[in-house]
């Protein structure tokens, strides 16, 4: 077989064994048996939400286990049919079966990752904070360059995006910036981007040019809804208000209508200036506080399958989860995974989903990659 279909059905086979292995496909299959049975049930819509919490879960072990049986099928025929080619000479026949085959990774690929989507929260709506680091203008100039990063790559997605909260630098750039993505999966794929992230370029607040390091974190945490129930004590939460800055609105400035809650217990903070109305805007941060609250304890029973868990850490040297290098030389690294781009570019333009769908594999797999960062 020619080096280039045998390494995309490479490709293909590895797609293949991931999904496997994520769906137990063993167990899947039973799980599958039992959810059709009960949809045969005619006493299951007598618990509307129920019925479509069955249904839900249906679709997408049924979607999962089709798209692997489909792809596994269309492999072995355009394998049979390139081998059948090379033996008769057919260069037409062979070169039509590698652009198949080629076409069918790619499908593979996003199949892969649409599977992978399976988490108890990652079909929502998804809140993406940015924070700068230390470091004053840079870092905050960096922290308003990430926040534009995720605005485009969800643009092209196709999401909404709403900015919730803005807190403008002193000179440029923010010092934070809560932004609420709705879109299908929207949770799913953005979970991955919380971390540290570490910027190297020409400063241009340097009038001596020279070239400075910047960090800036991101925090991903899902949209809940009124099917997720979150105890909340109104003694354990603080309160402030303050005047919006930054992004615009007639209301901006104007009035004390921002709101900042703190939830003592947990030291967690939300705001939001979204609204004209403090009351809104309460109620906006409320839902971002519970939001908050139930993200921890998703990420606490993944630490408990996984036996590690990827705290919220200081924002600088040690932590960072990816690297962006402008100068002298331009790279993208991931330090989890290993996938770079030698257009940062493109990535700062949104082109995230690289990144995203080798960070989804890694949580499948649990390999762990040795990676070097970036001087």
Avoid: C
Avoid at 8 to 29: G, P, S, T
Avoid at 315 to 333: A, D, E, F, T
């Amino acid at each position: 077989m020619r080096a280039e279909a045998q390494a995309n059905a490479d490709k293909i086979n590895d797609a293949l064994a991931l999904l496997r292995r994520f769906l137990d496909w063993d167990r899947a299959l039973r799980r599958l048996d039992e959810l059709n049975a009960r949809v045969e049930d005619p006493t299951l819509w007598d618990d509307p939400k129920a019925a479509q919490d069955v249904m839900r879960e249906r679709r997408r072990l049924d979607e999962a286990i089709a798209a692997t049986r489909a792809i596994e099928g269309e492999l072995a025929d355009t394998v049979e049919l390139l081998e059948m080619a090379e033996a008769e000479g057919d260069e037409a026949m062979a070169d039509e079966a590698v652009a198949s085959i080629a076409a069918l990774a790619e499908r593979a690929d996003q199949d892969k990752i649409k599977a992978l989507l399976a988490g108890e929260a990652d079909a929502n709506d998804a809140y993406i904070e940015v924070h700068a680091g230390a470091g004053g203008t840079e870092s905050q100039d960096w922290a308003e360059m990430l926040q534009r990063m995720y605005q485009r790559w969800a643009e092209k997605r196709g999401f909404k995006v709403d900015l919730i909260e803005y807190q403008a630098g002193e000179q440029a750039g923010i010092k934070s910036a809560t932004l609420q993505v709705k879109g299908e999966n929207a949770y799913g794929y953005a979970k991955t981007e919380s971390g540290v992230h570490r910027l190297v370029r020409i400063s241009p607040y340097d009038s001596s040019a020279r070239r400075h390091t910047s960090f800036s974190s991101v925090w991903v945490y899902p949209v809940i809804d009124d099917n997720i129930e979150i105890e909340l004590n109104e003694g354990d939460i603080k309160m402030d208000t303050y005047r919006a800055s930054g992004a615009g609105g007639q209301h901006v400035n104007t009035t004390d209508s921002a709101v900042r809650l703190t939830h003592i217990p947990t030291g967690i903070i939300v705001a939001s200036q979204n609204d004209r109305s403090q009351h809104k805007n309460r109620a906006t941060a409320m839902n971002m506080l519970k939001a908050r609250l139930y993200e921890a304890e998703l990420q606490k029973r993944e630490a408990a399958a996984s036996g590690e868990y990827a705290a919220k850490t200081e924002i600088g040297w040690g932590h960072q989860i990816r690297s962006y290098v402008l100068q002298p030389y331009q790279l993208v690294k991931d330090l989890r995974t290993g996938v770079t781009s030698t257009a940062p570019s493109d990535v700062l333009d949104g082109a995230l989903d690289p990144f995203m769908a080798a960070a989804l594999s890694q949580r499948v797999t649990g390999e762990k990659v040795e990676v070097e960062d970036v001087d």
